[in-house]
């Protein structure tokens, strides 16, 4: 589970380890005994150290050892999301927080375990993807090994809870915990042709405290999430 | 997701964020845990190999779409968290100091407003008061003076007589009455007779004889007291002739006659008939035969009566009023004047101070801030303060 501000989510968790040896494989098969009820189960923490699944550890391991330097040192990232409600902004943080997981079943085509997948529980997760439970921005920190995540969600564009003036004071106030940022990523739903006048105008709100610089952080995410891992 | 169904056109993110987004940097990504619930509906209903297959994709592409973002990010440069706190308090700095430029603008105009409404008050009352500022004339009238004079004589005191009855008279300086009787206003009454025939000639030289008679003179310089002896006509009893009495010392009174104006038996012997004469005698010495005053109301000084010009204004109380009420009005509306003039003044001066603000604040804006989407922001601020810079 992650929830705001002081989580670290592990590539494993200790239920898992705790139920499993780590062989069960993904198959169609063991479809009915990962149901998204038994992957909200309500995740511990991992310590520093703990055990982990070997085969997650060479895939993802292997991308840091690529693409990290200075190995030992944990490399600390920092993004900002933002997006429309119902553009699937929470669904996308859920598999941000999983991505050595995601990396990990996509290069043994599901020989890892389903239960290593993380449901990360968002406000919004569950219901009505349209309008967004998120009312404050959050930070989330994400402890991957290698890399630390810090995620800045704010509450979905639009979602009518806020005035377009809030959303650059909710911003500002949840920067304040940070040092950095590394990048601003725009969640938009691919479906849509275009930005709406309502969604333009919040953008306009926040990009007025972006820095000049930030030109070379932004990051587009074009999703077309339609349904989140807990909607059956 | 594959960019192949992407409908958004980036276009609308790009003028937002005034950047190309590049392709390493869109990222198209789907939850594949989605999916698989999607595949657990339709497990054993369509074919679960390929089911496996797409899904296996789904978590590759996936996988490699988070590893291309955090790619990226790694790639980043890194912005300090606090730039964009500092753009934020500059953001709000700007909109404080507009609404404080409105704030002071809506002031100024409303500040500007008054002064023109008290101006043309001011010049209202202007006009008023010019229109009445002559409320004062100067009439030019006449009126009888007593005035020193070089001689004396006698004049009569009663109000607005103003006779000077005998001037200059010989008579002696006096203070009693009584001895203006002697004055020449009050000596002699004249009656009128005619001798027509020698008959009549005869009859006056009867009664009347020549005889030295003392007449005042004025030797010592007017002072009155000089008296001469002349022979003149008179008679020393009264006498009746042609029904007039004629009281004792009269005189006879023709043309051309002798120096003290009165006649002598020669002047009568030589009078060609007929002719008329005045027989002048002390018949009543009270009332002046001049003005018809009585003798003690006049007096004898070395002043007579002299009809002098004076000028004199005079205010029209109304328009006098109208002027001090115009005035007054003026005087107020001209202290509110010069009050709402300074107020103006540092009304303006505030409003260039917060000008000058702004605008170094929206040239740090622009500066620092990310220019696509500050444009508008930024384009308003300077529209209001180049509307402000025309009306100051």
């Known amino acids: ?232 | 997701m594959h960019p192949l169904y992407l409908s958004f056109n980036i276009d609308a993110l790009n003028r937002m964020v005034e950047q190309t987004v590049k392709p390493d940097r869109q990222i198209f990504i789907e939850n594949p845990y989605v999916l698989w619930e999607r595949c657990k509906q339709n497990k054993g209903k369509v074919d679960d190999a390929a089911l496996q297959t797409e899904l296996v994709k789904a978590f590759k592409d996936a996988g490699k779409n988070l590893a291309k973002l955090f790619a990226a990010m790694l790639n980043m440069p890194i912005l300090n968290a606090t730039e964009f706190e500092q753009l934020y308090k500059l953001r709000q700095s700007i909109e404080s100091n507009t609404m404080k430029v409105l704030a002071e603008q809506k002031l100024l105009q409303e500040q500007q407003k008054q002064l023109q409404r008290r101006r043309s008050r001011m010049q209202s009352a202007q006009k008023v008061e010019d229109a009445n500022k002559n409320y004062t004339k100067t009439v030019h009238r006449k009126r009888w003076v007593l005035k020193k004079s070089e001689y004396h004589g006698t004049a009569c005191g009663v109000k607005d007589c103003h006779s000077n009855c005998h001037v200059p008279c010989k008579l002696k300086r006096t203070m009693d009455s009584e001895h203006l009787k002697m004055c020449s206003a009050f000596k002699l009454k004249s009656k009128t007779a005619t001798l027509h025939s020698e008959t009549d000639r005869k009859e006056l030289l009867h009664h009347m004889k020549d005889t030295a008679c003392p007449f005042l003179v004025d030797n010592d310089d007017l002072n009155g007291d000089g008296v001469v002896y002349q022979s003149v006509l008179t008679n020393a009893n009264a006498f009746q002739f042609q029904n007039h009495h004629v009281m004792a010392g009269a005189f006879v009174k023709i043309h051309a006659a002798s120096e003290s104006g009165w006649a002598t038996e020669s002047h009568v012997t030589d009078l060609p008939l007929p002719a008329d004469i005045r027989l002048c005698d002390k018949f009543d010495q009270d009332i002046c035969k001049v003005c018809g005053h009585h003798r003690r109301y006049h007096f004898h000084r070395n002043k007579i009566w002299c009809e002098e010009e004076y000028s004199k204004e005079v205010v029209d109380e109304e328009t006098k009023q109208k002027h001090d009420v115009a005035l007054r009005r003026k005087e107020r509306n001209k202290r509110h004047v010069k009050e709402l003039e300074n107020k103006i003044e540092l009304s303006g001066k505030r409003q260039k101070t917060l000008g000058a603000d702004l605008l170094t604040n929206i040239q740090q804006f622009e500066q620092h801030g990310l220019g696509g989407n500050n444009t508008m922001f930024v384009q308003e601020h300077r529209d209001l303060l180049q509307g402000i810079g025309s009306t100051c």
């Not at chain 1, 933002?82 to 079943?105: C, D, R, W, Y």
Request: with cysteine; glycine share 8%.
């Open chain 1, 1 to 232: 589970m992650l929830s705001g501000d002081k989580m670290e989510l592990a590539p494993s968790d200790a239920t898992s380890t705790a139920t499993s040896d780590g062989s069960e494989m993904l198959s169609l098969e063991s479809w009915d005994m990962l149901s998204p009820d038994r992957s909200n189960a309500s995740p511990v923490e991992q310590e520093p150290g703990q055990p982990k699944v070997a085969s997650q550890q060479s895939h993802f391991e292997e991308w840091c050892a690529a693409h990290l330097q200075g190995a030992g040192e944990q490399k600390q990232l920092t993004l900002l999301l933002l997006g429309e409600a119902g553009s699937g902004k929470s669904s996308f943080l859920n598999l941000l927080g999983n991505f050595p997981t995601v990396m990990q079943h996509g290069q043994e085509a599901f020989a890892g375990k389903m239960s290593d997948f993380r449901n990360l529980e968002f406000e919004n997760g569950l219901k009505d993807q349209k309008v967004s439970q998120t009312s404050a921005a959050t930070v989330y920190h994400l402890n991957m090994g290698p890399l630390s995540l810090k995620i800045v969600d704010t509450p979905g564009f639009g979602d009518g809870r806020h005035r377009s003036s809030d959303y650059a004071k909710l911003f500002v106030d949840c920067l304040k915990k940070l040092d950095h940022v590394n990048a601003i990523a725009f969640v938009i739903s691919g479906r849509d042709s275009r930005l709406t006048a309502q969604l333009k105008d919040v953008m306009m709100e926040v990009c007025t405290i972006f820095p000049k610089a930030a030109k070379n952080n932004i990051v587009a995410i074009f999703t077309n999430t339609m349904q989140c891992i807990h909607c059956t």
